[in-house]
């Protein structure tokens, strides 16, 4: 990498060189404009160098079996329940860090200890910046607008995506070659923060139980529909979030997507491969069933109580 800094340096220094040994007077607004450009270039070059090395410094070490609730207070049941809770694994494997403190559970309806009031707090306030919801009201909004979102997309493929080709490239380097995507749809990000919003809305007490489950199973079953293996659900999300962080536009805008996209990429990593991974534990048995169902229940876990 350093490289790549030395040669923009050298054309710099040449530059300047050549116009105190020479004092080109006659040149002076094209000197001006090639050094800027030159210039650039090193900045550019510089603060590649500083942001790469800053992330090699902080490569998170991840702990799969903080994932786990080894005492849940209300159990997963039906299988689509279990489906939904492990997709946000593709999330929560972040929050497993050793730097990081919370704690988030992918095998129970309850994300969090329900007796640490200040994780409850947190999410609370998380939810409430990130996703303006500090109400039950707010939460089933988003929730009805996500899985609808997911079910209206359903027929559209991944590979309709403009940047698609770039993001596998992309991923491919970060040690991710997924394999037949095309035809994926472009819902699993949508799915993932669905499932994410309603066990954690649960979890601080914005709606109650069988609420929280209704959703679990909606979403559950648009996944076991949409997505015939873990693989294919981590690609469409993982692409679909960098679709929304940016889509890697520009030199730049790739290396700043890279890193803020660098934990769920190596928590995906770690997901696909290793065998404590909630994916290795929950398959997509392959049965369908009918979308006027699925309406039906989001019409029903989408009214207020």
């Not at 995906?268 to 994916?279: G, K, T, V, W, Y």
Request: aromatic share 10%.
């Amino acid at each position: 990498m350093a490289l790549k800094i030395a040669a923009p340096l050298i054309v710099f220094l040449a530059c300047e060189t050549i116009e105190r040994l020479f004092n080109l007077a006659e040149y002076k607004d094209i000197y001006h404009a090639i050094n800027g450009i030159i210039f650039a270039w090193l900045l550019l070059a510089i603060v590649r160098y500083l942001l790469t090395s800053q992330a090699e410094k902080e490569t998170p070490e991840f702990a799969i079996a903080k994932l786990y609730n080894a005492k849940p207070v209300y159990p997963l049941i039906t299988d689509n329940e279990r489906r939904a809770a492990c997709a946000e694994a593709l999330y929560l494997i972040g929050e497993t860090s050793v730097h990081h403190a919370s704690i988030s559970y992918v095998n129970s309806l309850e994300q969090l200890d329900l007796n640490n009031n200040d994780d409850i707090k947190e999410a609370r306030l998380l939810m409430s910046t990130t996703w303006n919801i500090d109400c039950d009201r707010a939460l089933r909004k988003t929730l009805r607008q996500l899985i609808t979102s997911a079910t209206s997309c359903a027929d559209i493929p991944m590979k309709s995506i403009a940047a698609k080709e770039r993001y596998m490239t992309f991923l491919q380097n970060q040690g991710l070659p997924f394999q037949d995507v095309d035809t994926c749809p472009i819902t699993g990000y949508d799915l993932v923060r669905a499932s994410w919003l309603a066990r954690i809305g649960f979890s601080v007490g914005y709606i109650d139980e069988q609420e929280a489950r209704d959703f679990l199973n909606i979403i559950g079953e648009l996944i076991q529909q949409q997505y015939s293996s873990w693989e294919q659900l981590t690609a469409s999300y993982l692409m679909m979030y960098l679709e929304w962080n940016g889509g890697l536009k520009g030199v730049l805008g790739g290396l700043l997507s890279g890193l803020v996209a660098k934990d769920r990429i190596l928590g995906a990593r770690i997901l696909l491969e290793d065998a404590a991974s909630p994916f290795r534990h929950h398959d997509f048995p392959l049965y369908t069933s009918c979308q006027a169902e699925i309406a039906a229940c989001v019409g029903g876990a989408g009214r207020s109580r």
